[in-house]
């Protein structure tokens, strides 16, 4: 039985401009003991996503399951196999961060947790922080207080929407190795983030979500063979010819280009020559999950873009 299953689901909001379709018939498996990263730009759909599987948000179609349980149907017994750290930060302000944790467990029906919710402080560095108030915390504690209550019923599933964002360092590393252990000893993990590296580093298997749509599912590693091999990079004042502009990661005064051999890389400098520009800084470098995730969201945009434009003129 897979962890959590996603089958044709679909959900349309309705906004003032008319409806808009947040997720198009999204189908996938995760299987238990996986760390998977569900990836892609803002409004993609993930939070929405995982609304559905959390039972916040009542999909317009198909089937979400957690450990073989309908999240609609089934509801209790899904939620309590899910534990979700949510994207925003929603708290009650009138709990000590102790007495929280102690509310969310009795919501779950478990009386002695006391044991549990100290290793959880500990590990989350809030051991300190235990007694003080959920408003004087900063956000980054708020963040690991978060953390903490998604995981004090001892979920099957752990579920984290972007939690590392506004994160420090030292806090990343520590939220990391606290659930790799927890996916080690046999917690399915979900997990969504912009940090590439990140999601490269951890997840085994990665889902790319566009304008609501899965464009690519697979292995870390296969999806990271997908897109050019070598980088190559350089820094510019001036302007690049239209050809090479196109193909071209721009941030600024850096210029990134896909060339996997000698001979292109040779072919794009003779460009940028015969253009008049110049080419400072030049590197070259293997292709990260950032170069392939922007190679894939192209694709998938020109070939919606293709595709509506077909239907209009139909
Ligand atoms: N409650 C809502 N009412 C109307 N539209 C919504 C609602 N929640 C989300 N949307 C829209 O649905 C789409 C998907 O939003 P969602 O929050 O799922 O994206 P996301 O992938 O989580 O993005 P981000 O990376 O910014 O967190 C967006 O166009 C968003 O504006
Ligand atoms: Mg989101």
Redesign the pocket.
């Known amino acids: 039985m897979p962890a959590v299953s996603f089958q044709n689901i679909s959900k349309t ?1 309705a ?1 003032p401009k008319g409806e ?1 379709q ?1 997720l198009r018939s999204v189908s996938f498996d995760i299987e238990q003991g996986e760390f998977f990263g569900l990836l ?1 730009p ?7 996503l995982i609304s559905v599987l959390a039972g916040l948000a009542k999909a317009t179609g198909g089937t979400a399951r957690v450990h073989g349980h309908d999240v609609q149907t089934d509801y209790q017994a899904a939620r309590r196999a899910l534990g979700v750290v949510p ?1 925003e930060l929603v708290f009650d302000p009138f709990f000590t961060v102790r007495e929280a944790l102690r509310f969310q467990s009795g919501y779950f029906g478990i009386q002695k947790n006391g044991a549990w919710i100290d290793e959880l402080l500990h590990s989350l560095g809030l051991t300190d922080k235990a007694s003080a108030n959920m408003r004087q915390l900063s956000g980054g504690m708020k963040r690991r207080v978060l953390v903490a209550l998604a995981l004090v019923h001892k979920p099957q599933v752990i579920v984290l929407d ?1 939690p590392t964002a506004g994160v420090d360092v030292e806090l990343r590393q520590t939220l990391w190795q606290f659930v790799s252990q927890l996916n080690k000893q046999g917690s399915t993990v979900l997990l969504t983030t ?1 940090y590439l590296e990140e999601a490269e580093a951890l997840c085994g298997r990665l889902a790319l ?1 566009n304008r609501g749509e899965v464009v690519a599912l697979d292995r870390t590693s296969q999806l990271l063979k997908r897109a050019a091999s070598n980088i190559l990079r350089f820094k510019t004042d001036d302007v690049l010819p239209a050809e090479l502009a196109a193909q071209a990661r721009i941030t600024g005064r850096v210029v990134q280009l896909p060339a996997n051999d000698a001979l292109a890389v040779e072919r794009i400098l003779a460009q940028v020559r015969e253009a008049g520009a110049s080419a400072d800084d030049i590197e070259i470098r293997k292709a990260d999950l950032e170069d392939v995730f922007l190679e894939l969201i192209q694709g998938s945009n020109a070939a919606q873009s293709a595709k509506t434009a077909q239907g209009a003129a139909a």
């Not at 803002?42 to 929405?48: E, L, M, P, Y």
């Open positions: 909001y906004t808009l947040a892609g803002n409004g993609a759909g993930k939070t929405t994207q972007e912009h979500l």
